[in-house]
């Protein structure tokens, strides 16, 4: 099962030969007039008030040609507020009045300087200047409109002042206008990059935005898909279980039954080897989907290193005797006491992969070893080797074995067993510990798998340790157990379990059942309640129990292995949980534990 991840196209786009799209184009030029809108209409405000008051430097410098100047900016002005009505009360385009503006502006000044002599060009030309280089900061525009401006300044004025005389021209020149001319004939370049840099930018952010909506719909989509495939795995799960439930459970009760012949009892045997097979794959494969949906959280307890370790040395044992193997369990001796983490799926890892060490390697040795690569105050980094002398991997299949159902020996494989969910799951369980799986492996010679844990750890030794719960042989011939499952199979298998042990017990077939047969009694010492039943469920039938006030313990019998199940079932007046298919010494480990509470309390 693989989760694809997302594939975005990752698209390089040279910044110089950037194509936009016409649908594009039509975005940016709306956006780009709504961002270059205040800058146009500073400028048209600026010369709208700004140009008439510029005559007034020749009233105070009593210069006769005073009015002249004033009536010809004024009229100027005229147009110019008569564009910007057009702006605001007829929704002209701000860019389109600011280059009608400029256009005024050309216009008049060069009747101005047409018309007026000057005795002096310095004061006009640096004031010209300054207003350009204002301008060219304020206004953002297409190279068009920019180039139309230029090419007009730098015909017409120089044509205005020969107009005037060619000495007014060449005096212009020399007093500041070749300044003026010079800053006009940039103005188009400058336009253009400032213009091109905006609408690059612009075009990042939009196509940035449209990657990002597409994530997020691809990020839906793949959410949607994860829910269906864990919906359908749970439906699934539920529906083999049920069933497997009852396979499994029948054929331990068939075996301590005296079974007339050979040919049965091998049969029985086979039975029994098949539907153990089928339960661990239909495990594994739960285990593997629940953690790749990040459906488990590593349970964090404190656990003695010496002791985990040593109890994994003594499982394997009589594995490798068998084999003639050498089993050796190199284990660092400067382990804390304590270490805090989830001794349960570490013991999972490595047990997979010791155990394919063992099962895949003929003779010679398989060492397992523990190793302190660093440590701080509070954590330890530990460094695991599983190395054998087997029959190693192909390197060609070494980066796929970690993908479900892959096997590396084809052919072989069968020999040995298996289903190539193994080595999957591992990988899963090492990515909640934060660490990743290393393969190093010659084909004939052998395999080293390894990986690196960091632990929090303590110095205080454990006190407690955790007594194995001897299942009392003790009858209960007080109690009463109701047992409340719709599958005819399955009620079969958990009441022929509790007759086994002479523990009286009722039936019911739904919830709407169960509530009434406790309504009428009352006196129940343990409900064993499957939860998925038609009629009424057994969340419903639990609640109402509940609401009368009861404590009797009630435990799920349930299909689903998700932990958001149980924890709805947890918090919804459930004791206990036991998950189907159960092996009958979980069975009894459960209704004990149960009825010796309740024996004790009487
Ligand atoms: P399984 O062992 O159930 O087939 P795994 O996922 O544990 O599944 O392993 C996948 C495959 O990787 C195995 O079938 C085997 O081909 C190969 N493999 C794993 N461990 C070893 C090993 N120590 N030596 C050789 N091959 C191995």
Redesign the pocket.
Known sequence: MYIGRLNIKNEKVSLDKLEYSSQFNDIWKTEHDIKTQWGNRIFCFAHLIGYPITSFLYYFNHNPVFLTILKIQLLASAIIAGLLFFHFYKKAPSRVIAFYTFLTIIVFHSLILATIPHTSYDRASFNMTLALIFITFILCWPPKESIICTVMVLLLFPAALYFLSPDSLLQFIREGGFFLFLGQFLFPFVMNVKYSNDKRAFYYRYSLREKNELLEEQIKISQEATKAKTDFLSMMSHEIRTPLNGIVGIVHLLLKEDLRSDFQKEMIQTLLFSSNHLMTVVNDIMDFNKINSNYVKLEVKPFNPALFFKSLEKTFIPKADEKNLNLIFEIADSLPPQLISDEGRLNQVIT?LIH??I??TEKGEVKFSVKEQDRQDNSIKLLFHIT?T????PEDKQSV?FDLF????TSG?RQ?G???????ISKEILRLFGSDIQLS?VQGEG?D?SFEIDFNYSMLPIIKSYPVKDLPLSLYPDCKVLVVDDNYTNLLLATTLLKRKSIYFETAENGKEAYDKYKASQDYDLILMDLKMPVMDGFEATNLIRAEGSTVPIVALTASTFEDEKERALSNGFTGYLVKPFLPLDFYEMVYTHLDKKTIEK
């Open positions: 997979n394919n060490a099962k895949f054998d087997g029959i190693g991997i074995i892959t096997q590396a020996h494989d040995y298996g289903s190539g969910l193994g080595l999957a492996s395999s798998f």
